[in-house]
T-cell receptor
Framework: DAKTTQPPSMDCAEGRAANLPCNHS???????VYWYRQIHSQGPQYIIH???NNETNEMASLIITEDRKSSTLILPHATLRDTAVYYC??????????????FGTGTRLTIIP | DTGVSQDPRHKITKRGQNVTFRCDPI?????LYWYRQTLGQGPEFLTY????????KSRLLSDRFSAERPKGSFSTLEIQRTEQGDSAMYLC?????????????FGQGTRLTVV
């Protein structure tokens, strides 16, 4: 079973920042937070992951609370192509590669023109 | 780097028939995963390989399902005696444990419809 909870849906205006919350209150010390997204009819796409520090890459920023019980994915300037289902996953990870991912039902983000 | 390739993209089969799907991972990725996704749900883990060894199988993988990765490169997923409940998107992913990150790359999936 998924160990994260996310709102089922969100809307965001095009050009604005999209902030997607995720609760992972039972996360353990060696579990990372991963974010993937799935655009309609495609396979999931990796976005970002982190352990306890905030992370940023060319796609998004990940803000993890100090107690690590929740996080927020930020898409700084949402475009219509960011409309997708976004999955937050807490999972053991290591420099030795991904283990299996346990997906929940995610947040359906709709970017509104 | 051509990405993870899955074939076919769509398959319609009659109940009771056998079907086989193929996945070609990113070259040099030694980990390969199969997932199944039904409408409105997130992907569910089925099995994974490290090189040619099948290291874990989900309880979702009934006796009618078999996966192979004979030479540690491409993989096949076979479903015998298909049932309507097998209708789903079957996704393949690959990753490398030597890249220093934990990113899994997914293919476009094979959509199976059992009629």
């Amino acid at each position: 079973d998924a160990k994260t909870t996310q709102p089922p849906s969100m809307d965001c205006a095009e050009g604005r920042a999209a902030n997607l919350p995720c609760n992972h209150s039972t996360i353990s010390g060696n579990e990372y937070v991963y974010w993937y997204r799935q655009i309609h009819s495609q396979g999931p796409q990796y976005i970002i992951h982190g352990l306890k520090n905030n992370e940023t890459n060319e796609m998004a920023s990940l803000i993890i609370t100090e107690d690590r019980k929740s996080s927020t994915l930020i898409l700084p300037h949402a475009t219509l192509r960011d409309t997708a289902v976004y999955y937050c996953i807490s999972q053991e990870g290591s420099n030795f590669g991904n283990e299996k991912l346990t997906f929940g039902t995610g947040t359906r983000l709709t970017i509104i023109p | 780097d051509t990405g993870v390739s899955q074939d076919p993209r769509h398959k319609i089969t009659k109940r009771g028939q056998n079907v086989t799907f193929r996945c070609d991972p990113i070259s040099e990725h030694n980990r390969l995963y199969w997932y199944r996704q039904t409408l409105g749900q997130g992907p569910e883990f089925l099995t994974y390989f490290q090189n040619e060894a099948q290291l874990e199988k989900s309880r979702l993988l009934s006796d009618r399902f078999s996966a192979e990765r004979p030479k540690g490169s491409f993989s096949t997923l076979e479903i015998q005696r298909t049932e309507q409940g097998d209708s789903a998107m079957y996704l393949c992913a690959s990753s490398s444990p030597y890249r220093g990150n934990s990113e899994a790359f997914f293919g476009q999936g094979t959509r199976l419809t059992v009629v």
